[in-house]
């Protein structure tokens, strides 16, 4: 029996002739939940700041009224306040975005049922309220 | 013949309004780059983008090349990226794109082969990798004669979700982890796994983790979320990952607590 003789194209000769596609660098503008990603992304710099300027503070305070005053004055000149600002702007959509993140994340058995995600994303909204609650309380009890 | 598919044509024309698909052409024997072709088909309110890739496929251009087969939404292989969105073309309808054009080009990140056609070799190696089928321990294992391994709705309700996958690769399209890291083992791989990981049946998660514990495996994922927005099926591959992080954390503390008694 005589083989069909099969005609290739030249590129098919030792192997086709794929397209790589590339991702371009600026593939987080693509989209507005690649943007949010990333910003989701670069607010960890700012927790970090955040725990930063905290230790400082707590330093300034342990040294005594005289270094607490020049911590205070520290915090009020403008690049430090702006620093702050949008640090508080990237903490809460920090905490935002991984609370409603957190549903997925997270699967809680209770009584042979699965919790349902809104239950979840809303335990950890109250525990923040909580939180921010007792801390309130701590600093204006005196006041 | 040749006068009844131009009547048949000329029918459709008359019922609906047209619309213009954007498609992208790669031809590897004469060019090196993609190019962009148009093509003007009928938009009636029941076509989907891949109606209106087959009329092109049968009344256009015979040469353009695309890969499809159940038109239903279970064999995977229509995946392409509308207007710049992964989506399963037999899924998704022209008129929501109405009046266009609409950009029809292949899915993202994976190597082009011709036109639509793209190279999933990779996606194929990955899936087997994490060994997506039941194991079992064969010395354990029960004799035939005692039946089968039964499992409670509950328990089966545990991974049915994920076990909804039809490999259709929107989610490693999805993913710029993946563009940007191709070792990355992908959404679907490790959806699957975890699949097989809560089937009470399977007693193969260690050797799962032997593979998804390394770098390209879960710890590759930062989250984006994407894969779970395109998923046609709903399977949650990002939570599925999450779960798996959590899973393998757990597992290093307890063999770091105890190492003897973890298993």
Not at chain 1, 36 to 50: G, K, Y
Not at chain 1, 54 to 83: E, H, I, K, N, R
Request: some cysteine; aromatic content about 10%; overall charge neutral.
């Amino acid at each position: 029996m005589i083989e069909p003789r099969i005609e290739h194209p030249a590129y098919t000769l030792h192997h086709p002739r794929w397209l790589r596609q590339h991702v371009s660098t600026y593939w987080w503008l693509s989209k507005p939940s690649y943007l949010a990603f990333i910003l989701r992304e670069i607010s960890s710099v700012f927790v970090a700041w955040t725990i930063v300027y905290l230790l400082l503070a707590a330093g300034a305070v342990s040294q005594g009224a005289v270094a607490y005053a020049d911590f205070l004055d520290w915090s009020s000149a403008p690049a430090v306040l702006t620093l702050n600002v949008i640090s508080v702007g990237f903490l809460v959509f920090h905490a935002v975005t991984w609370f409603n993140l957190a549903p997925q994340a997270m699967v809680i058995h209770a009584g042979g049922r699965r919790v349902p995600g809104a239950v979840i994303a809303a335990s950890n909204y109250a525990a923040w309220a909580i939180a921010t609650a007792l801390i309130a309380w701590l600093l204006l009890r005196r006041g | 013949m040749r006068d009844r598919i131009t009547a048949q044509s000329r029918s459709t024309d008359h019922i609906t309004d047209h619309i213009t698909l954007q498609v992208t052409r790669y031809r590897p024997e004469i060019e090196r780059e993609t190019t962009m072709q148009t093509y003007e088909v009928p938009c009636p309110k029941d076509w989907v983008i891949l109606d209106g890739l087959n009329y092109v496929k049968d009344r256009i251009d015979g040469t353009l090349s695309y890969r499809w087969s159940c038109r239903m939404g279970i064999c995977g292989s229509c995946g392409m990226t509308v207007n710049g969105e992964p989506k399963l073309t037999c899924a998704t309808f022209l008129s929501e794109y109405a009046p266009g054009p609409v950009r029809i080009e292949p899915l993202r990140h994976f190597p082009i082969v011709r036109d639509l056609v793209v190279e999933i070799g990779d996606f194929m190696r990955k899936l087997t990798s994490v060994k997506p089928w039941i194991i079992r321990d064969r010395e354990r294992e029960k004799p035939l004669s005692d039946g089968e391994y039964l499992q409670t709705p509950d328990e089966m309700h545990e991974y049915k979700q994920f076990s909804m996958c039809i490999n259709c690769m929107l989610c490693y399209s999805a993913c710029p982890i993946y563009g940007l890291e191709p070792s990355f083992i992908g959404p679907a791989a490790i959806a699957l796994a975890q699949r097989y990981n809560l089937d009470t049946r399977d007693q193969g998660a260690e050797e799962r983790l032997a593979v998804l514990s390394e770098h390209a495996g879960i710890w590759g994922c930062t989250f984006v979320g994407e894969c779970t927005k395109v998923c046609p099926k709903n399977v949650d591959p990002a939570g599925a990952i999450q779960r798996y992080k959590l899973q393998a954390a757990v597992e290093s503390l307890k063999s770091y607590f105890m190492p003897r008694g973890s298993r």
